[in-house]
């Protein structure tokens, strides 16, 4: 009967004839032992056999061990692991050959090959061999992934592996550990195997062997235990300075529990050295991951052998690493080892030398890495090894995207700076509760100093530290130190305002409200504990203020800067705490205080806050005080239209507007919230404007405003009313009417030739928005076919071209050029993109026929940046869905382009100018023709031939002035088309200059030149690759490739910048796979005897053909094979 493997000296033999025929004949030799030989009677069926696995219950180990073999253990129930391997061990002190053929049997199983060996052999097999004729398994593809299958039978593949090692160690502790054979020749095999090719060889094997250190470190700490008991039991022994056989004895047990704590480490140093050293920059981010998490183990459960800068630098080196799981395994080990404090002496070479890196890490690309680093940095000033000078970076992100980063530097910031838990010259008393929250917020407020100039920075400060920050929920505190009752901390004016915007974002915070805008714009949905919770608090926060509300609106009332957060506390309290109480009063004197804040502050946020604070207390109040807040309201409605009486009085009086202005903003304010009474008001709104035509802009814009804002309200009114009378339908038409004429009147002035009668920025792109909103509310499908038909209304061209005329004058205008002494607080209303969004609003909901308007809002694509761009492509997405000629669209958007290049060229002499038209017309082709990428080139064939014809069409009307249309516009979506459309429309361009004479004018006919040359060049290249295609066809798996370039949005464009790292990753991963083979050349002791010279021949030869085909592609030729 044949042996499984080759006898040593035929292995010698076959080794001496070459490393590829020793491969080969190896192979060979195998595959005849296999067929030959085969598995024992009791491997027969490799399939897991669960069933036989779980014997029932009285069923005795014998009979189960019996029936059991090892793989069938790992892949089936894991509970019975110890109790088998217990069985085994007994097997291998009686005959250690067979029960170690059939453990090796199970090694190799489980790293997938199905290779047995016999007992009897076993000292006649090499190494070397039996991992060649392994490796050569997994070429021939005789291998199975039991680590990666998603089937259910291996789901435990990996714990039941994990354990079966941890088992076998733990039993064989007392005997076959230090026999020397066992575990040696386990070893052999597992390190071997962790540094071939196959990828699940080095996965199972570096499992295994990782594993193996770790259950040695297990036996050592418990022999290492076991040595001090030991050596005090001698101490003792010795201190009697008496000889006898039990000193004799313990010496002896001392010794030999010495001896076999070094015998552990030293398996420990061969595994590292064999095998770590080479997987910890395995190409598999996997297998380094593995790798990292276990040295982080090794370190942190046996120091006194592992602690020390020879292993610790794999940690260091790690934080590197391009994967982001291997950087973050390396971050987490190193966080639990400095949580030890009796490391930490022992690392400060360590920290010294990647402290920098650490804080790097804090701003990783990878969110949990980030995060994972930031706690590491925490660790590291908790025992003191970095200056607080190294932290600057890390607080600007306090103001990051992610909110998992701002959280984590929070809790450093509250820790560091406000606890001081790091400082050690802090004294362990905590003092009083109230005396610490006075602490804590004032050096909160230390912080918040830094933004002061920037409100919303300070609310993303306080949004990242306060779930950490206790202070910040003690509400009675904060209002202490507001109203100045007995303070520790003084506070100016600064530290005042930034108080109360704590103390109204904490409130927001408090009752569930985000104070940060999310990512996602998702709605928030809370559990019934978390509404119970926010409610409790919103409880607690209407407690603290009953009484201090009123206190605190008199002290700042006149603080612009403090009064709108203040204000606008009560929208979070519960109202119904004030009638419980008894202290309706304090309502009625803070609603009292509101209307004096309204009618005191002129500002957008003062106004804004005050509108919100009373018109929630006239919907959440209830019953007496529901009635005084609906009275309060009423006051300040009458009250505001008095004044705005008075105030038109002054003005035609000959008095300045400044009155008036204030009060039309208040109007304004009041009216985004509700509708207000201002009918006998109306009349003299229009006959300021009419009558005072050189009024301040800001007064004119409040005009208008008001009086839209009416006419919306009074037009809601009547489509929410039953019935109707037709003295108001009148009424609100001749609103509507004034209003619209007004609006003309500044359109008719935006286009007159006096340039002093040019409107300003803001007062434009109000009118703009002003007519769309208008439009809009009464386009004529919003009452066709109902009885208020009569209130629809549709723009005439000459109106429209008008508006868009005014809204491209706006566009032009960058956002950095601004008026002069203009209140920035609209700016964000008035800026282009809010001219933008109207415009394409009247299109997208067809108040207006889209055939004019669409082209040329498209037309502006990419002339006005980022913002611009995002609202033109959400406006082609909304055309496309709805089924719109977008071919025409397109077409007419890029000959309004060419035009505009056109007129330039005419009028100007800069070529920079003349250039950079052209190459926005370019620019736009090529974003429009980006739209028809990937399957839609084929859905949308028809309409780019449509765009691609007519477009010639339109460069030949006017040849050869309009020629450059072909290679600006046209030639972008001809690349779109496939080849033999390509052919048809370089004949058919062909075919129109056969009886012209383009040698008259040369310079004019050159477009034609070089939109035909690149037709052809376009035809030729296809063609290429179609030949090469239907020419080389290779088997199997295509050939990876080595750059494979991002995929872009849009072609001839450059790729962004996450497209670029794509590309540039693929590269390096690349580039590392060949560094990774070269230096498992050098580190692996079996790879060259793997790699054949007839391997080589056949790669060098696939090379070859793969150049020679590049070659044949690129020159347009087909090759023939």
Not at 489 to 511: M, P, Y
Request: overall charge negative.
């Amino acid at each position: 009967m044949s042996q499984p493997m080759a006898p040593e000296t035929a292995v010698r033999g076959l080794k001496r004839k070459g490393h590829g025929a020793g491969v080969e004949d190896h192979g060979q030799t195998s595959d005849a032992s296999d067929k030959s030989l085969g598995p024992p009677d009791d491997f027969e069926d490799v399939r897991p056999k669960t069933k036989r696995s779980r014997a029932p219950e009285g069923t005795s180990g014998s009979v189960q061990r019996s029936q059991l073999r090892l793989m069938e253990l790992i892949k089936g129930n894991g509970k019975i692991i110890p109790q088998v391997v217990k069985l085994w061990v007994e097997q291998y002190e009686k005959d250690a050959k067979p029960a170690m053929a059939e453990l090796l049997t199970m090694l190799f199983e489980a790293c997938g090959a199905k290779y047995y060996i016999r007992g009897e052999s076993l000292d006649e097999i090499d190494v070397d061999d039996v991992v060649i004729a392994l490796v050569n398994l997994a070429r021939r593809g005789e291998v199975e992934d039991y680590q990666s299958s998603k089937k259910k039978e291996f789901k435990n593949f990996k714990d039941n592996l994990i354990s079966f090692w941890d088992n076998l160690v733990i039993e064989c502790q007392n005997g076959p550990l230090f026999d020397k054979v066992l575990f040696d020749k386990c070893m052999d095999y597992i390190i071997a195997l962790s540094c071939t090719p196959p990828r699940v060889y080095r996965q199972v094997a570096s499992l295994m062997g990782l594993q193996l250190v770790t259950s040695f470190i297990s036996v050592a700490k418990m022999l290492g235990a076991q040595r001090e008991t030991t050596q005090r039991q001698l101490n003792a022994e010795k201190k009697k300075r008496v000889e006898g056989p039990r000193l004799e004895s313990l010496n002896k047990r001392l010794s030999m529990t010495h001896k076999n704590i070094t015998d552990l480490e030293d398996m420990m140093r061969k595994i590292f050295t064999g095998l770590f050293v080479h997987r910890y920059r395995d190409i598999d981010p996997n297998i380094r991951m593995a790798c990292i998490q276990s040295l982080g183990v090794w370190i942190l459960s046996y120091p006194s052998f592992f602690l020390q800068d020879l292993y610790l630098k794999y940690l260091g080196w790690t934080l590197n690493d391009k994967s982001a799981s291997v950087r973050k395994a390396s971050v987490l080990a190193l966080q639990n080892l400095y949580e030890v404090d009796d490391n930490v002496p022992t690392l400060g070479l360590f920290t010294e030398r990647f402290s920098n890196r650490m804080i790097e890490l804090a701003d990783d690309i990878d969110v949990s890495v980030a995060v994972c680093a930031i706690g590491l940095v925490k660790q590291l000033l908790r025992h003191q090894l970095i200056p607080d000078d190294d932290l600057g970076p890390l607080y600007d992100l306090l103001i990051d995207d992610p909110p998992e980063i701002r959280r984590a530097i929070g809790e450093l910031v509250f820790d560091h700076l406000i606890a001081q838990k790091f400082n050690s010259t802090q004294s362990g008393s905590k003092g009083i509760e109230s005396e610490s929250s006075e602490v804590h917020l004032g050096r909160m407020l230390q912080i918040l100093r830094e933004f002061s100039a920037d409100p919303i920075l300070s609310i993303y400060v306080i949004d990242d530290v306060w779930e950490y920050m206790k202070a910040m929920k003690d509400w009675k505190c904060i209002i202490s130190m507001l109203l100045d009752e007995n303070p520790l901390i003084e506070l100016n004016d600064d530290d005042g305002t930034n108080l109360i915007r704590l103390l109204f974002a904490s409130v927001r915070k408090a009752v569930g409200e985000r104070i940060v805008p999310a990512s996602n714009n998702r709605k928030q949905y809370y559990n019934k504990a978390q509404k119970e919770m926010f409610e409790n608090n919103r409880r607690e926060i209407t407690l603290a203020m009953l009484k201090n509300y009123p206190l605190l609106l008199r002290k700042f009332m006149a603080d612009k800067a403090k009064v709108p957060s203040l204000v606008e506390i009560i929208a979070y309290m519960n109202l119904e705490i004030y009638s419980l109480k008894r202290q309706e009063q304090n309502f009625k004197t803070v609603l009292q205080l509101i209307k004096d804040a309204f009618f005191k502050h002129g500002e957008k946020e003062a106004l804004r806050s005050c509108v919100k604070a009373v018109m929630f207390c006239s919907s959440d109040s209830q019953g007496e005080l529901q009635d005084f807040a609906h009275n309060k309201l009423k006051d300040i409605e009458d009250e505001l239209i008095a004044k705005l009486k008075s105030a038109l009085k002054a003005v035609v009086g000959g008095d300045d507007e400044y009155s008036l202005l204030v009060n039309l903003k208040r109007l304004y304010e009041l009216q985004l919230s509700k509708a207000v009474p201002i009918e006998s008001l109306y009349e003299d709104l229009v006959m300021i404007l009419r009558g005072f035509r050189n009024m301040d802009d800001e007064v004119v814009i409040f005009l208008l405003l008001n009086m839209y804002l009416h006419v919306a309200w009074s037009l809601h009114s009547i489509v929410n009313s039953e019935t109707v009378s037709g003295a108001y339908l009148s009424s609100l038409l001749l609103k509507r009417n004034t209003l619209f004429e007004e609006l003309e009147y500044f359109l008719n002035t935006a286009s007159g030739v006096n340039e002093e009668s040019k409107l300003g920025n803001q007062l434009a792109c109000r009118v703009c928005v002003i007519l769309v909103d208008m439009w809009c509310l009464f386009r004529m499908t919003n009452f066709s076919s109902t009885k208020l038909e009569k209130l629809g209304y549709c723009p005439d061209a000459s109106v429209l071209q008008k508006f868009w005329k005014l809204c491209e004058q706006q566009l032009n205008i960058s956002d950095e050029t601004e008026d002069e002494d203009v209140n920035k607080e609209y700016a964000e209303e008035t800026n282009r993109d809010a001219v933008m969004i109207a415009a394409s609003k009247l299109v997208a909901t067809d108040t207006v026929p889209k055939e004019y308007l669409g082209p040329e809002i498209i037309s502006h694509f990419v002339m006005h940046g980022t913002n611009v761009a995002e609202i033109v492509k959400h406006l082609i997405t909304v055309l496309k869905k709805k089924e719109d000629d977008i071919p025409a669209i397109f077409l007419e958007a890029m000959k309004k382009a060419y035009n505009r290049y056109a007129m330039e060229l005419s009028r100007s002499v800069d070529k920079s100018l003349t250039n950079k038209s052209f190459e926005e017309c370019k620019d736009l082709a090529i974003r429009l023709s980006g739209i028809f990428i990937g399957a839609a080139r084929n859905k949308h064939k028809s309409d780019i031939l449509k765009i691609v014809k007519e477009g010639i069409e339109y460069a030949f009307e006017d040849a050869p002035k309009q020629l450059p249309f072909l290679e600006s516009a046209v030639l972008q979506f001809v690349s779109k088309l496939p080849t033999p459309d390509v052919l048809d429309i370089l004949k058919d361009v062909q075919k129109r200059t056969e009886n012209v004479n383009t040698d008259e004018d040369p310079s004019g006919w050159r477009p034609y030149s070089l939109f035909v040359e690149s037709l052809r060049e376009k035809y030729a290249k296809n063609e290429g690759i179609i030949d090469e295609k239907e020419t080389v066809k290779r088997r199997g798996r295509p050939r990876k490739r080595q750059n494979i370039e991002g995929k872009r949005l849009f072609e001839e464009h450059s790729s962004s910048e996450e497209e670029d790292s794509i590309s540039a990753s693929d590269q390096e991963v690349a580039q590392e796979e060949e560094k990774q083979d070269d230096d498992e050349e050098e580190d692996a002791p079996l790879i060259h005897t793997l790699r054949s010279s007839a391997k080589l021949r056949h790669l060098r030869i696939s090379r070859e053909e793969k150049r020679v085909q590049t070659n044949s592609g690129t020159s347009g030729r087909a090759t023939d094979n």
